[in-house]
């Protein structure tokens, strides 16, 4: 995962004394590995619907979380998790109903062949998990993974996830494609390329006597660069990978729980059916929860060969926070508002264009919008440097986004699902006057 947005040591000078032992502190217990966002960090101590909360008590526009999506510390989800606390926390080998109402719940919200669920902590685990049951069932270990995907950090997932750096080295069971973009690629074109590319992988695979086992896509392509249309552009590719045997597996980690407007699960725009699909991030508005939804048949395929335990996957509390939060979402019709609000913003975003050449496109599905920063709209140069630059103008304007993409030129707007006009009205500002002033 690139960290475009990213805060390095240089920044330090502008931080104040307190800030700077915090990092230090945090450097010195943590180490390296773990990054901060924003040239001057973000010190949150509280959360509260679509608002963060720093330690002076100053408040800034979510617009960026895909955890907290149905918003910060939300009072149903906290409740149900105290009730349950209260009440017994155990694991998945013991009888007990909560796991079974949610799994009801949470399968209604698929298609009828998706028909089995099972449950991690995390993304990562959850593609782990798919990962294996894919290599089970079809005897084979290639995968086909987009050329700058994310997709985890357990050691097979990482691996499948170049957008780490180059610290990645393809397996040799991997092979990648290009992400359908059809800002670069063209929109009538993107999805014959993304076809062709998926031909070509499987049968460079075969030639190398490598046996095609998946296709592992982020839905919405974050990763790569926000990439939301044209609907239907992965179609022709998939249909392609399956009929060669292959497993597709929808990672639905980021474009999943109405994320993406009217659908409850991103990968119903691109006319697919996957075989597995992969939960996790909004899943528990924050408490850790994630897991995979697949095809009985395949899933039952690797449950009779192998035992699985996961001690704190589908624990009583993590299914209550998660009943809840599908609760909240059905019962407060955040598809619909996704879908309307998410409108109103590209509509707004786009407007936004005609004022600021730097911007090049803006693109979007719902609630998750990338807007594309070039230097020369003709050329498409992209504008990293400015991107960065507006991320961090925003944040000290008090509404917070990212960047993304592999030319690190893309705001990555993810605004919480409760996002009403006034927000997205702050938001379009906020990106107006960072423009003005930050490229
Ligand atoms: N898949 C995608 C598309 C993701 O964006 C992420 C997390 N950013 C993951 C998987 C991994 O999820 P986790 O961090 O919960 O392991």
Same mark, same amino acid.
């Given at each position: 995962m690139s960290m475009i947005n990213g805060f390095t040591s240089e920044d330090a000078t502008r931080l104040s004394e307190t800030e700077r032992r915090l990092i230090e502190r945090r450097e010195r217990l943590l180490g390296p590995a773990y990054r901060l966002f924003y040239e001057r960090p973000l010190h949150t101590v509280r959360g509260e619907g679509v608002w963060l909360f720093d330690e002076q008590g100053r408040r800034y526009l979510d617009a960026y979380n895909n955890v907290a999506?149905?918003?910060?510390?939300?009072?149903?989800?906290?409740?149900?998790?105290?009730?349950?606390?209260?009440?017994?926390?155990?694991?998945?080998?013991?009888?007990?109903?909560g796991i079974l109402d949610y799994a009801e719940q949470l399968l209604g919200t698929f298609s009828d062949d998706l028909d089995r669920v099972m449950f991690t902590c995390t993304g990562s685990e959850a593609n782990d998990l798919a990962l294996r049951i894919a290599r089970q069932?079809?005897?084979?270990?290639?995968?086909? !993974?987009?050329?700058?995907?994310? +997709? =985890?950090?357990?050691?097979?997932?990482?691996? %499948?996830?170049?957008?780490?750096?180059?610290?990645?080295?393809?397996?040799?069971?991997?092979r990648t494609v290009r992400a359908p973009d059809a800002y670069r690629l063209g929109a009538d074109n993107?999805?014959?390329?993304?076809?062709?590319?998926?031909?070509?992988? !499987?049968?460079?695979?075969?030639? +190398? =006597?490598?046996?095609?086992?998946?296709?592992? %896509?982020?839905g919405i392509f974050s990763s790569d660069g926000v990439l939301t249309g044209p609907e239907g552009f992965l179609a022709e590719g998939i249909a392609l990978a399956q009929a060669e045997g292959m497993l597709y597996i929808a990672d639905e980690v980021q474009p999943g729980f109405a994320r993406t407007g009217l659908n409850m699960w991103g990968f119903t725009r691109h006319d697919v059916r996957p075989d597995i699909v992969t939960l996790g991030k909004p899943m528990g508005n924050g408490q850790p929860i994630a897991g995979i939804v697949g095809r009985s048949e395949v899933v039952?395929?690797?449950?009779?060969?192998?035992?699985?335990?996961?001690?704190?996957?589908?624990?009583?509390?993590?299914?209550?926070?998660?009943?809840?939060?599908?609760?909240?979402?059905?019962?407060?019709?955040?598809?619909?508002?996704?879908?309307?609000?998410?409108k109103y913003l590209l509509e707004g975003l786009t407007r936004l264009s005609a004022r600021h050449e730097i911007i090049g496109d803006v693109r979007g599905a719902g609630l998750f919008i990338g807007i594309e920063l070039v230097t020369d709209r003709s050329s498409k140069r992209p504008a990293a440097e400015q991107a960065r630059r507006v991320v961090n103008h925003m944040r000290e304007n008090g509404v917070l986004i990212s960047a993304a993409g592999p030319l690190e030129n893309v705001l990555k707007v993810r605004p919480l699902l409760t996002f009403t006009t006034e927000h997205a009205d702050i938001l379009i500002e906020a990106v107006d006057s960072a423009m003005q002033h930050a490229t």
């Open positions: 999506s149905i918003g910060h510390c939300h009072p149903q989800v906290v409740e149900a998790m105290y009730r349950q606390s209260l009440q017994l926390n155990t694991h998945t080998r013991y009888l007990q109903e069932y079809t005897g084979g270990t290639g995968v086909i !993974i987009t050329r700058f995907a994310y +997709h =985890g950090v357990t050691g097979d997932i990482a691996e %499948l996830s170049p957008s780490l750096g180059p610290c990645i080295v393809l397996p040799e069971h991997v993107v999805a014959s390329i993304f076809a062709a590319d998926v031909r070509a992988a !499987i049968d460079d695979m075969k030639k +190398h =006597g490598i046996r095609p086992a998946a296709i592992m %896509l982020d039952d395929h690797f449950g009779k060969n192998m035992r699985y335990f996961n001690t704190f996957g589908g624990n009583p509390v993590s299914c209550a926070a998660g009943k809840a939060v599908l609760d909240v979402i059905q019962q407060d019709q955040l598809q619909q508002r996704s879908h309307d609000i998410g």
